[in-house]
Antibody, heavy 122, light 106 residues
Framework: QVQLQESGPGLVKPSETLSLTCTVS????????WGWIRQPPGKGLQWIGF???????IYNPSLTGRVTLSVDRSKRQFSLKLISVTAADTAVYYC????????????????WGRGATVTVSS | DIQMTQSPSSLSASVGDRVTITCRAS??????LNWYQHKPGKAPKLLIY???RLQSGVPSRFSGSGSGTDFTLTVTSLQPEDFATYYC?????????FGQGTKVEI
């Protein structure tokens, strides 16, 4: 079955760029949406955005202007870039598949990676 | 954006208890509502989609209901492995949004 794995630096300096990649195994990125979600310490889940297999994106308005998602179907990877990070961006970052489970656009995040901890600190 | 509000924020329960968590949307989302279970150090797990559809492999003690703006997640007989934080999430329009979570504690 499809599995996801996040990878990237665990420590990023303030004002720099956070970059994470999610690698898809057991399947391909030829349908559905592929998203990023984060959980700051002691807080709840925050949706960051998603990208379709064709490259269209929707972002959380609170992060628009700082976040960019991209997809590389040949490598079966999708990526997150978050610029100008601050301590508030410290979180566990998850990637997830957002799949249509029921016709009529009933989407849900049914497969998740195990999460990558990213700390923003000098 | 559509705001999702869960209640309570936390609750204490015992094994065997019936537990109900509510989720309210700031506008109608029809039945485009999903529920997730999240345990520390683990990936979130999809429990319910389309408000009431049980995800494959999820025990039948979990159920969801509601439409429009008001939804509930019910666990009919709480098991030790059910102690976790539960989130609702709307998929009706625009950016996805989660509720703030409900922590179910012993």
């Amino acid at each position: 079955q499809v599995q996801l794995q996040e990878s990237g630096p665990g420590l990023v300096k303030p004002s720099e760029t956070l970059s994470l990649t999610c690698t898809v195994s057991g399947g391909s990125i030829t349908s559905d949406y592929w998203g990023w979600i984060r959980q700051p310490p002691g807080k709840g889940l925050q949706w960051i955005g998603f990208i379709s297999y064709s490259g269209s994106t929707i972002y959380n308005p609170s992060l628009t202007g700082r976040v960019t998602l991209s997809v590389d179907r040949s490598k079966r990877q999708f990526s997150l870039k978050l610029i100008s990070v601050t301590a508030a961006d410290t979180a566990v970052y998850y990637c997830a598949r957002d799949q249509e489970l029921l016709s009529d656009y009933y989407y849900a995040m049914d497969v998740w990676g195990r999460g990558a901890t990213v700390t923003v600190s000098s | 954006d559509i705001q999702m509000t869960q209640s309570p924020s936390s609750l204490s329960a015992s094994v065997g208890d019936r537990v109900t968590i509510t989720c309210r949307a700031s506008q109608t989302i029809r039945n485009y509502l999903n529920w997730y279970q999240h345990k520390p150090g683990k990936a979130p797990k999809l429990l319910i989609y389309a408000a009431s559809r049980l995800q494959s492999g999820v025990p039948s003690r979990f159920s969801g209901s509601g439409s429009g703006t008001d939804f509930t997640l019910t666990v009919t007989s709480l098991q030790p492995e059910d102690f976790a934080t539960y989130y609702c999430q709307q998929g009706y329009s625009g950016p996805r949004t989660f509720g703030q979570g409900t922590k179910v504690e012993i």
